[in-house]
């Protein structure tokens, strides 16, 4: 049973356009929704978070979209750069301190073309 | 600076063969994690602990066992390596100051031969 569901697996975009990524969960349980960037060869990184409490938030190009009665939240990349070519992947999590670990979607490869 | 350390970039093992991946975070981390990437699968639980000597099955235990001796390393034990736990290992630490804040190793790619 898969908790968090990702779309799309892989996503060209030209640069200077928006990437969206879209995410679903099921378990209401769930109170805090990261994003995680990884590059080839390396682990992921914490990109941005949102709780429940809170319908969008934004740092720099990266903002997140949460739409709690539809049990859905998306990654918005603006003006999206070739940097930005990596594999993104949305999560949950359960605990305050993420102390039983997170739920993650099966990732979203981008690329962004010169 | 925050760092997950994995003892190993790479591993070779045979069929049968007693696996230790070792996992070390300079962070103070009380929660520790060891997760495995697939394609197509993304990152699936395979145990954690937060707290020294204690351990939860996460989503795909099976085959799989874990140490946490010292709150600062947390080794994954592959009883007897099979074919199907070649894969991508992934260690992870977070603190509840960092909610949901999880950081990551570089991972361990393991072939099982």
């Known amino acids: 049973q898969q908790q968090v569901k990702q779309s799309p697996q892989s996503l060209i975009v030209q640069k200077g356009g928006i990437s969206i990524i879209n995410c679903a969960y099921e378990?209401?349980?769930?109170?805090?929704f990261p994003w995680y960037q990884q590059f080839p060869g390396k682990g992921p990184a914490l990109l941005i978070a949102?709780?429940?409490?809170?319908s969008e938030k934004k740092e720099g190009r990266f903002t997140i979209s949460f739409n709690k009665s539809a049990k859905q939240f998306s990654l918005h990349i603006m003006d999206s750069q070739p940097g930005d070519s990596a594999t993104y992947f949305c999560?949950?999590?359960?605990?305050?301190?993420?102390?039983?670990?997170?739920?993650f979607g099966k990732g979203t490869h981008l690329i962004i073309q010169p | 600076d925050v760092k997950v350390t994995q003892s190993s970039r790479y591993l070779v093992k045979r069929t049968g063969e007693k696996v230790f991946l070792e996992c070390v975070q300079d962070?103070?981390?009380?929660?520790m994690f060891w997760y495995r990437q697939d394609p197509g699968l993304g990152l699936r639980l395979i145990y954690f602990?937060?707290?020294?000597?204690?351990?939860e099955k996460g989503d795909i235990p099976e085959g799989y066992s874990v140490s946490r001796e010292k709150k600062e390393r947390f080794s994954l034990i592959l009883e007897s390596a099979s074919t199907n736990q070649t894969s991508m290992y992934l260690c992870?630490?977070?603190?509840?100051?960092?909610?949901?804040?999880?950081?990551f190793g570089q991972g361990t790619r393991l072939t099982v031969v």
């Open positions: 992870a630490s977070s603190t509840p100051s960092i909610r949901g804040g999880a950081f």
């Open positions: 378990n209401t349980a769930f109170d805090y």
């Open positions: 949102i709780r429940p409490d809170v």
């Open positions: 999560a949950a999590s359960m605990s305050g301190g993420g102390a039983d670990g997170l739920t």
């Open positions: 962070m103070d981390h009380e929660n």
């Open positions: 602990s937060y707290d020294v000597k204690m351990k």
